[in-house]
Protein backbone atom coordinates (compact mmCIF):
# COMPACT_ATOMS: atom_id res chain seq x y z
CA UNK A 1 0.00 0.00 0.00
CA UNK A 2 2.31 2.63 0.96
CA UNK A 3 5.90 0.47 -0.37
CA UNK A 4 8.00 2.03 -3.11
CA UNK A 5 9.74 -1.61 -3.96
CA UNK A 6 8.59 -1.63 -7.22
CA UNK A 7 9.33 1.98 -8.66
CA UNK A 8 12.04 3.08 -10.29
CA UNK A 9 15.37 4.06 -8.85
CA UNK A 10 14.42 7.62 -10.50
CA UNK A 11 10.73 7.88 -9.26
CA UNK A 12 12.21 6.84 -5.43
CA UNK A 13 15.32 9.55 -5.62
CA UNK A 14 12.54 12.07 -6.50
CA UNK A 15 10.27 11.04 -3.95
CA UNK A 16 13.39 11.97 -1.43
CA UNK A 17 14.30 14.87 -3.24
CA UNK A 18 11.19 17.30 -3.26
CA UNK A 19 9.64 16.50 -0.05
CA UNK A 20 13.07 16.98 1.26
CA UNK A 21 13.33 20.48 -0.45
CA UNK A 22 10.16 21.35 0.01
CA UNK A 23 10.00 19.82 4.34
CA UNK A 24 13.70 22.95 4.25
CA UNK A 25 12.18 25.77 2.77
CA UNK A 26 8.90 25.09 5.22
CA UNK A 27 11.66 25.24 7.82
CA UNK A 28 13.31 28.22 6.49
CA UNK A 29 9.72 30.12 6.46
CA UNK A 30 9.21 29.04 9.58
CA UNK A 31 12.16 29.91 11.35
CA UNK A 32 12.32 33.59 9.08
CA UNK A 33 9.14 34.70 9.47
CA UNK A 34 8.01 33.68 12.95
CA UNK A 35 4.72 35.00 14.60
CA UNK A 36 4.71 37.52 11.94
CA UNK A 37 2.66 35.15 9.89
CA UNK A 38 0.02 35.32 12.44
CA UNK A 39 -3.37 36.87 10.99
CA UNK A 40 -3.66 38.36 14.71
CA UNK A 41 -2.34 39.96 17.02
CA UNK A 42 -1.24 38.73 20.28
CA UNK A 43 -2.31 41.77 22.36
CA UNK A 44 -5.57 42.07 20.60
CA UNK A 45 -6.51 38.06 19.95
CA UNK A 46 -8.92 39.71 17.00
CA UNK A 47 -7.89 36.19 14.57
CA UNK A 48 -8.77 32.77 14.72
CA UNK A 49 -5.05 32.02 15.15
CA UNK A 50 -4.18 33.95 18.10
CA UNK A 51 -7.37 32.77 20.12
CA UNK A 52 -6.17 28.89 19.40
CA UNK A 53 -2.56 30.06 20.99
CA UNK A 54 -4.65 31.13 23.59
CA UNK A 55 -7.24 28.20 23.69
CA UNK A 56 -4.65 26.11 24.35
CA UNK A 57 -2.58 27.62 26.69
CA UNK A 58 -6.03 27.92 28.89
CA UNK A 59 -6.31 24.11 28.17
CA UNK A 60 -2.95 23.77 29.97
CA UNK A 61 -3.34 25.71 32.58
CA UNK A 62 -6.87 25.67 33.51
CA UNK A 63 -7.42 21.62 31.64
CA UNK A 64 -10.56 23.95 30.30
CA UNK A 65 -11.29 24.76 26.27
CA UNK A 66 -12.13 28.07 26.39
CA UNK A 67 -12.04 30.23 23.33
CA UNK A 68 -13.39 34.24 23.27
CA UNK A 69 -14.10 33.94 26.64
CA UNK A 70 -11.22 32.57 28.73
CA UNK A 71 -13.12 32.25 31.64
CA UNK A 72 -15.96 29.97 30.61
CA UNK A 73 -15.64 26.71 28.69
CA UNK A 74 -16.80 27.19 24.96
CA UNK A 75 -18.36 24.71 22.12
CA UNK A 76 -17.30 27.49 19.65
CA UNK A 77 -14.46 25.72 17.95
CA UNK A 78 -13.76 21.95 17.75
CA UNK A 79 -11.04 20.23 20.21
CA UNK A 80 -8.69 19.07 18.01
CA UNK A 81 -6.23 21.72 17.04
CA UNK A 82 -6.36 23.43 20.70
CA UNK A 83 -5.46 19.61 22.65
CA UNK A 84 -2.51 19.08 19.88
CA UNK A 85 -1.36 22.84 20.59
CA UNK A 86 -1.32 22.46 24.16
CA UNK A 87 0.66 19.38 23.86
CA UNK A 88 3.69 21.34 22.24
CA UNK A 89 3.24 23.90 24.68
CA UNK A 90 3.51 21.57 27.68
CA UNK A 91 6.94 20.21 26.10
CA UNK A 92 8.75 22.77 24.86
CA UNK A 93 6.27 26.15 26.51
CA UNK A 94 4.31 28.91 25.14
CA UNK A 95 5.50 30.12 22.15
CA UNK A 96 8.82 27.48 21.82
CA UNK A 97 5.30 25.26 21.74
CA UNK A 98 4.03 27.14 18.89
CA UNK A 99 6.92 26.97 17.05
CA UNK A 100 6.94 23.48 17.33
CA UNK A 101 3.42 23.07 16.71
CA UNK A 102 4.64 24.52 13.02
CA UNK A 103 7.46 21.91 12.60
CA UNK A 104 5.29 19.39 12.82
CA UNK A 105 3.17 20.77 10.48
CA UNK A 106 5.52 21.05 7.50
CA UNK A 107 6.44 17.37 8.69
CA UNK A 108 2.73 16.73 8.11
CA UNK A 109 3.05 18.73 4.66
CA UNK A 110 5.74 16.87 3.16
CA UNK A 111 3.98 13.59 4.02
CA UNK A 112 1.43 14.65 2.45
CA UNK A 113 3.40 15.06 -0.53
CA UNK A 114 3.62 11.44 -0.42
CA UNK A 115 0.18 10.66 0.07
CA UNK A 116 -0.48 12.66 -2.94
CA UNK A 117 2.08 10.63 -5.06
CA UNK A 118 0.11 7.48 -3.40
CA UNK A 119 -3.20 8.61 -4.42
CA UNK A 120 -2.21 9.55 -8.10
CA UNK A 121 -0.03 5.88 -7.95
CA UNK A 122 -3.55 3.85 -7.33
CA UNK A 123 -5.79 6.24 -9.49
CA UNK A 124 -3.59 6.40 -12.64
CA UNK A 125 -0.07 5.64 -12.56
CA UNK A 126 3.36 6.70 -11.13
CA UNK A 127 4.15 9.18 -13.92
CA UNK A 128 0.87 10.93 -12.62
CA UNK A 129 1.77 10.46 -9.12
CA UNK A 130 5.10 12.37 -9.30
CA UNK A 131 3.90 15.09 -12.00
CA UNK A 132 1.08 15.75 -8.87
CA UNK A 133 4.00 15.57 -6.52
CA UNK A 134 5.96 18.44 -8.42
CA UNK A 135 3.02 20.57 -9.13
CA UNK A 136 1.81 20.76 -5.29
CA UNK A 137 5.25 21.07 -4.35
CA UNK A 138 5.66 24.52 -5.94
CA UNK A 139 1.84 25.51 -4.79
CA UNK A 140 3.22 28.82 -2.66
CA UNK A 141 0.36 28.39 -0.21
CA UNK A 142 0.89 24.99 1.14
CA UNK A 143 4.67 26.75 2.11
CA UNK A 144 2.56 29.25 3.45
CA UNK A 145 0.34 26.82 5.15
CA UNK A 146 3.04 25.23 7.43
CA UNK A 147 3.04 28.78 8.95
CA UNK A 148 -0.12 29.31 10.48
CA UNK A 149 -2.00 28.51 13.57
CA UNK A 150 -4.80 26.94 12.07
CA UNK A 151 -6.81 23.35 11.27
CA UNK A 152 -5.67 23.80 7.38
CA UNK A 153 -3.06 21.87 7.31
CA UNK A 154 -3.76 18.86 9.90
CA UNK A 155 -7.25 18.59 8.24
CA UNK A 156 -5.33 18.03 4.76
CA UNK A 157 -3.22 15.38 5.95
CA UNK A 158 -6.11 13.06 7.69
CA UNK A 159 -8.27 14.15 4.39
CA UNK A 160 -5.57 12.62 2.11
CA UNK A 161 -4.95 9.95 4.26
CA UNK A 162 -9.16 9.00 4.76
CA UNK A 163 -9.06 9.27 0.58
CA UNK A 164 -6.14 6.75 0.14
CA UNK A 165 -7.86 4.40 2.76
CA UNK A 166 -11.38 4.95 1.04
CA UNK A 167 -9.64 4.01 -1.95
CA UNK A 168 -8.67 0.52 -1.06
CA UNK A 169 -11.61 -0.19 1.40
CA UNK A 170 -14.13 0.51 -1.69
CA UNK A 171 -12.20 -2.08 -4.29
CA UNK A 172 -10.76 -4.46 -1.64
CA UNK A 173 -13.50 -4.88 0.23
CA UNK A 174 -11.34 -5.80 3.73
CA UNK A 175 -12.59 -4.61 6.58
CA UNK A 176 -9.29 -3.60 8.10
CA UNK A 177 -9.71 -0.60 5.22
CA UNK A 178 -13.02 0.02 6.67
CA UNK A 179 -12.01 0.13 10.47
CA UNK A 180 -8.77 2.68 9.63
CA UNK A 181 -11.27 4.74 7.61
CA UNK A 182 -13.70 5.32 10.51
CA UNK A 183 -10.65 6.03 12.73
CA UNK A 184 -8.89 8.53 10.52
CA UNK A 185 -12.96 10.11 9.68
CA UNK A 186 -13.58 10.37 13.20
CA UNK A 187 -10.51 12.22 14.20
CA UNK A 188 -11.10 14.15 11.14
CA UNK A 189 -13.91 15.35 12.77
CA UNK A 190 -12.45 16.75 15.78
CA UNK A 191 -10.64 19.67 13.47
CA UNK A 192 -13.26 19.87 10.69
CA UNK A 193 -17.36 19.20 11.01
CA UNK A 194 -18.09 19.17 7.68
CA UNK A 195 -15.71 15.69 7.24
CA UNK A 196 -18.83 14.18 8.55
CA UNK A 197 -20.82 13.95 5.76
CA UNK A 198 -18.19 12.23 4.01
CA UNK A 199 -19.68 8.88 3.87
CA UNK A 200 -21.88 9.99 1.27
CA UNK A 201 -18.76 10.20 -1.50
CA UNK A 202 -18.65 6.63 -0.26
CA UNK A 203 -21.91 5.53 -0.88
CA UNK A 204 -21.93 6.68 -4.11
CA UNK A 205 -19.18 4.38 -4.97
CA UNK A 206 -20.99 1.56 -3.00
CA UNK A 207 -23.50 1.68 -5.29
CA UNK A 208 -21.10 2.25 -8.47
CA UNK A 209 -19.49 -0.85 -7.54
CA UNK A 210 -22.74 -3.03 -7.00
CA UNK A 211 -22.24 -3.97 -3.07
CA UNK A 212 -24.69 -5.99 -1.76
CA UNK A 213 -27.33 -4.22 0.44
CA UNK A 214 -25.93 -6.57 3.48
CA UNK A 215 -22.45 -5.39 3.03
CA UNK A 216 -23.38 -1.52 3.03
CA UNK A 217 -25.27 -2.05 6.21
CA UNK A 218 -22.24 -3.86 7.73
CA UNK A 219 -19.59 -1.75 6.69
CA UNK A 220 -21.97 1.25 7.97
CA UNK A 221 -22.66 0.45 11.25
CA UNK A 222 -18.60 -0.72 11.89
CA UNK A 223 -17.56 2.65 10.61
CA UNK A 224 -20.63 4.84 12.35
CA UNK A 225 -19.53 2.76 15.47
CA UNK A 226 -16.48 4.02 15.50
CA UNK A 227 -17.26 7.29 14.77
CA UNK A 228 -19.53 7.40 17.53
CA UNK A 229 -16.71 6.24 19.85
CA UNK A 230 -14.35 9.14 18.53
CA UNK A 231 -16.38 11.83 19.01
CA UNK A 232 -18.54 10.43 22.43
CA UNK A 233 -16.11 12.27 24.87
CA UNK A 234 -16.73 15.69 22.79
CA UNK A 235 -20.53 14.66 22.91
CA UNK A 236 -20.70 13.82 26.56
CA UNK A 237 -18.76 16.67 27.86
CA UNK A 238 -20.96 19.63 25.79
CA UNK A 239 -23.94 17.65 27.16
CA UNK A 240 -22.39 17.79 30.38
CA UNK A 241 -21.74 21.62 30.03
CA UNK A 242 -24.32 22.75 28.33
CA UNK A 243 -27.35 20.45 29.29
CA UNK A 244 -28.27 19.67 25.41
CA UNK A 245 -26.58 17.52 22.62
CA UNK A 246 -24.13 19.63 20.82
CA UNK A 247 -22.57 17.12 18.22
CA UNK A 248 -20.08 19.83 16.82
CA UNK A 249 -20.20 23.13 17.41
CA UNK A 250 -22.33 26.42 17.95
CA UNK A 251 -21.78 29.96 18.51
CA UNK A 252 -22.54 33.33 17.62
CA UNK A 253 -21.95 34.86 14.17
CA UNK A 254 -23.47 32.17 12.38
CA UNK A 255 -22.30 31.20 9.16
CA UNK A 256 -25.51 30.28 7.82
CA UNK A 257 -26.85 33.68 8.08
CA UNK A 258 -23.74 35.44 6.63
CA UNK A 259 -24.06 33.37 3.84
CA UNK A 260 -27.71 34.61 3.21
CA UNK A 261 -26.34 37.75 2.42
CA UNK A 262 -26.02 37.70 -1.72
CA UNK A 263 -22.00 38.75 -2.61
CA UNK A 264 -21.44 39.09 1.11
CA UNK A 265 -23.37 42.33 1.01
CA UNK A 266 -25.17 43.14 4.41
CA UNK A 267 -25.99 46.68 3.06
CA UNK A 268 -28.19 45.49 -0.03
CA UNK A 269 -31.57 46.68 2.10
CA UNK A 270 -32.36 43.09 2.18
CA UNK A 271 -32.76 43.52 5.74
CA UNK A 272 -35.48 46.23 5.34
CA UNK A 273 -37.64 42.97 3.78
CA UNK A 274 -36.94 41.06 7.47
CA UNK A 275 -39.03 41.77 10.64
CA UNK A 276 -36.57 40.91 13.40
CA UNK A 277 -37.83 42.99 16.28
CA UNK A 278 -38.75 39.49 18.05
CA UNK A 279 -35.28 38.53 17.98
CA UNK A 280 -33.67 38.81 20.94
CA UNK A 281 -29.75 38.46 21.56
CA UNK A 282 -28.43 37.63 25.16
CA UNK A 283 -24.98 36.87 26.41
CA UNK A 284 -25.44 33.18 25.50
CA UNK A 285 -23.51 31.90 22.74
CA UNK A 286 -26.05 28.70 21.78
CA UNK A 287 -28.78 30.50 22.43
CA UNK A 288 -27.97 33.09 19.66
CA UNK A 289 -26.71 30.67 17.28
CA UNK A 290 -30.33 29.50 17.15
CA UNK A 291 -31.58 33.13 16.91
CA UNK A 292 -30.00 33.47 14.14
CA UNK A 293 -30.09 30.15 12.32
CA UNK A 294 -33.52 31.34 12.59
CA UNK A 295 -33.31 35.04 11.32
CA UNK A 296 -31.34 32.42 8.62
CA UNK A 297 -34.31 30.65 7.57
CA UNK A 298 -36.87 33.78 7.74
CA UNK A 299 -34.49 35.52 5.39
CA UNK A 300 -34.30 32.58 3.10
CA UNK A 301 -37.91 32.26 3.64
CA UNK A 302 -38.79 35.74 2.82
CA UNK A 303 -36.46 36.47 -0.10
CA UNK A 304 -36.03 33.19 -1.96
CA UNK A 305 -39.78 34.01 -3.72
CA UNK A 306 -38.29 37.25 -4.47
CA UNK A 307 -35.30 37.10 -6.50
CA UNK A 308 -35.51 33.04 -7.37
CA UNK A 309 -32.94 32.93 -9.81
CA UNK A 310 -30.11 35.61 -7.94
CA UNK A 311 -30.48 32.79 -5.01
CA UNK A 312 -30.28 29.94 -7.17
CA UNK A 313 -27.10 31.42 -8.84
CA UNK A 314 -25.86 32.50 -5.62
CA UNK A 315 -26.33 29.28 -3.68
CA UNK A 316 -24.28 27.21 -6.51
CA UNK A 317 -22.69 29.24 -9.20
CA UNK A 318 -21.81 32.06 -6.80
CA UNK A 319 -20.36 30.44 -3.87
CA UNK A 320 -18.53 27.62 -5.87
CA UNK A 321 -17.00 30.69 -7.32
CA UNK A 322 -15.71 32.64 -4.01
CA UNK A 323 -14.04 29.15 -2.73
CA UNK A 324 -12.33 28.44 -6.22
CA UNK A 325 -11.64 31.73 -7.67
CA UNK A 326 -8.42 33.29 -5.22
CA UNK A 327 -5.98 30.69 -3.43
CA UNK A 328 -5.38 30.75 0.73
CA UNK A 329 -2.66 33.13 0.38
CA UNK A 330 -3.39 36.35 2.30
CA UNK A 331 0.44 37.14 3.29
CA UNK A 332 3.04 37.38 0.68
CA UNK A 333 6.32 34.73 1.21
CA UNK A 334 9.46 34.14 -0.06
CA UNK A 335 8.76 37.19 -2.69
CA UNK A 336 6.14 35.55 -4.13
CA UNK A 337 3.26 37.86 -4.91
CA UNK A 338 -0.11 37.39 -4.77
CA UNK A 339 -1.15 37.94 -8.56
CA UNK A 340 1.48 35.17 -9.71
CA UNK A 341 0.45 32.60 -7.13
CA UNK A 342 -3.44 33.36 -8.05
CA UNK A 343 -2.59 32.73 -11.66
CA UNK A 344 -1.23 29.37 -10.92
CA UNK A 345 -3.89 28.64 -8.52
CA UNK A 346 -6.37 29.60 -11.42
CA UNK A 347 -4.43 26.85 -14.00
CA UNK A 348 -4.76 24.21 -11.44
CA UNK A 349 -8.14 24.85 -11.02
CA UNK A 350 -8.66 24.92 -15.17
CA UNK A 351 -6.90 21.75 -15.66
CA UNK A 352 -9.06 19.90 -12.62
CA UNK A 353 -12.12 21.12 -14.73
CA UNK A 354 -10.53 19.67 -17.95
CA UNK A 355 -9.72 16.89 -16.10
CA UNK A 356 -13.57 15.76 -15.41
CA UNK A 357 -14.75 16.55 -19.05
CA UNK A 358 -11.63 13.77 -19.90
CA UNK A 359 -12.89 11.46 -17.01
CA UNK A 360 -16.66 10.92 -18.45
CA UNK A 361 -15.22 9.97 -22.08
CA UNK A 362 -12.69 7.50 -19.99
CA UNK A 363 -14.36 6.72 -16.73
CA UNK A 364 -14.35 2.95 -16.97
CA UNK A 365 -10.37 2.90 -17.18
CA UNK A 366 -9.85 5.32 -14.57
CA UNK A 367 -13.13 4.61 -13.06
CA UNK A 368 -11.20 5.73 -9.21
CA UNK A 369 -11.06 8.60 -10.39
CA UNK A 370 -14.78 9.31 -9.41
CA UNK A 371 -13.88 9.41 -5.74
CA UNK A 372 -11.43 11.66 -6.34
CA UNK A 373 -13.37 14.24 -8.26
CA UNK A 374 -16.55 13.48 -6.00
CA UNK A 375 -14.49 14.29 -3.13
CA UNK A 376 -13.71 17.99 -4.27
CA UNK A 377 -17.51 18.40 -5.39
CA UNK A 378 -18.80 16.92 -1.76
CA UNK A 379 -16.51 19.62 0.11
CA UNK A 380 -17.63 22.57 -2.26
CA UNK A 381 -21.26 21.75 -1.97
CA UNK A 382 -21.12 21.04 2.63
CA UNK A 383 -19.94 24.44 2.52
CA UNK A 384 -22.68 26.40 0.29
CA UNK A 385 -25.56 27.17 3.02
CA UNK A 386 -22.93 28.87 4.54
CA UNK A 387 -19.93 31.47 4.32
CA UNK A 388 -17.90 30.33 1.78
CA UNK A 389 -14.38 31.64 0.98
CA UNK A 390 -11.22 30.35 0.03
CA UNK A 391 -9.56 28.91 2.85
CA UNK A 392 -12.53 25.65 2.86
CA UNK A 393 -11.28 24.78 -0.24
CA UNK A 394 -7.74 24.56 0.77
CA UNK A 395 -7.35 21.09 1.55
CA UNK A 396 -8.91 19.70 -1.75
CA UNK A 397 -5.96 21.41 -3.75
CA UNK A 398 -3.75 18.09 -3.74
CA UNK A 399 -6.49 16.54 -5.44
CA UNK A 400 -6.85 19.39 -7.75
CA UNK A 401 -3.08 19.01 -8.57
CA UNK A 402 -3.63 15.13 -9.21
CA UNK A 403 -6.41 16.22 -11.87
CA UNK A 404 -4.18 18.63 -13.57
CA UNK A 405 -1.25 15.77 -13.30
CA UNK A 406 -4.03 13.88 -15.25
CA UNK A 407 -4.61 16.36 -18.16
CA UNK A 408 -0.79 16.97 -18.61
CA UNK A 409 -0.29 13.49 -19.11
CA UNK A 410 -2.95 13.29 -21.36
CA UNK A 411 -2.15 16.24 -23.61
CA UNK A 412 1.40 14.70 -23.58
CA UNK A 413 0.27 11.55 -24.67
CA UNK A 414 -2.14 13.30 -27.53
CA UNK A 415 0.53 15.38 -28.78
CA UNK A 416 3.00 12.26 -29.45
CA UNK A 417 0.18 10.86 -31.85
CA UNK A 418 -0.12 13.83 -33.46
CA UNK A 419 3.65 14.09 -34.23
CA UNK A 420 3.48 10.10 -35.24
CA UNK A 421 0.54 10.86 -37.18
CA UNK A 422 2.38 13.94 -38.99
CA UNK A 423 5.31 11.70 -39.80
CA UNK A 424 2.86 9.04 -40.87
CA UNK A 425 4.48 6.14 -38.63
CA UNK A 426 2.02 4.12 -36.65
CA UNK A 427 1.36 4.97 -33.40
CA UNK A 428 3.02 3.03 -30.79
CA UNK A 429 2.29 3.08 -26.78
Excluded at 345 to 370: A, M, P
Aim: charged share 15%.
Amino acid sequence: MFSLKNESRFTKIILLIIPSIFFLICLYTIFKYGNSTLLGSLETYDNDDVKYIRSARTLLDTGVLTYKNTTSPTVFIMPGLPYVLSFFMKLFGTMNGVAAFRVMQAVLQALSLLLIFFIGRKVFNSKIGLIAVFLDAIYIPEIWASNLILTEVIFKFLFLLLIYFCLYAVENKKTIYYIIGGIIWGLSALFRPPIALFPIVILIMWIKGKYSISSIIKYTVLVSSIFVMIMSPWWIRNYKLFNTFIPFTVSSGNPMLQGTYINYNDEDGSDSYIDRSHFKYTDDEIENDKTETEIAKLRIKTLVPQKPLQYLYWYTVGKTVHQFSSPFYWREILGFESISVLKYHLFLITLFIVSIFIFLFKRKTYNNFSLLINSVIYLNCIYLPFFCFSRYMFPIMPIISISAAFVISEVKELLIKLIYLCRNRPYVI
